[in-house]
């Protein structure tokens, strides 16, 4: 089991930038993937950027260069910054993190991103 807990959401401008963590409450290291989704009011959940235990990351196409996922393993927390922020980018953010033996998917409670125009 792991207990993951999101931070760093608020109000922002548009233009503006936001660092998201998500601390685990034990090691990520064998945590296969780690990724943040995102849910805009009366929208699915949707993947936003993930990072495996490897390092690989891939992002939605609306987000490439402007989001950045990392993982810091020695402090079992996941960053998602994120930089030139657009209105459309208003969200509850969730963290997520995938161990595949056995398979398992975990969720913290979400931070929510509120971009101003």
């Known amino acids: 089991q792991v207990q993951l807990v999101e931070s760093g959401g608020g109000l922002v401008q548009a233009g503006g930038s936001l660092r998201l963590s998500c601390a685990a409450s034990r090691s990520i290291f064998s945590l296969n993937v780690m990724a943040w989704y995102r849910q805009a009011p009366g929208k699915q959940r949707e993947l936003v950027a993930q990072?495996?235990?490897?390092?690989?990351?891939d992002y939605v196409d609306s987000v490439k260069g402007r989001f950045t996922i990392s993982r810091d393993n020695a402090k079992n927390t996941v960053y998602l910054q994120i930089h030139s922020l657009k209105p459309e980018d208003t969200a509850v953010y969730y963290c997520?993190?995938?161990?595949?033996?056995?398979?398992?998917?975990?969720w913290g409670q979400g931070t929510q991103v509120t971009v101003s125009s």
């Open positions: 990072i495996t235990s490897g390092g690989r990351t």
């Open positions: 997520n993190a995938v161990s595949i033996s056995p398979i398992t998917f975990y």
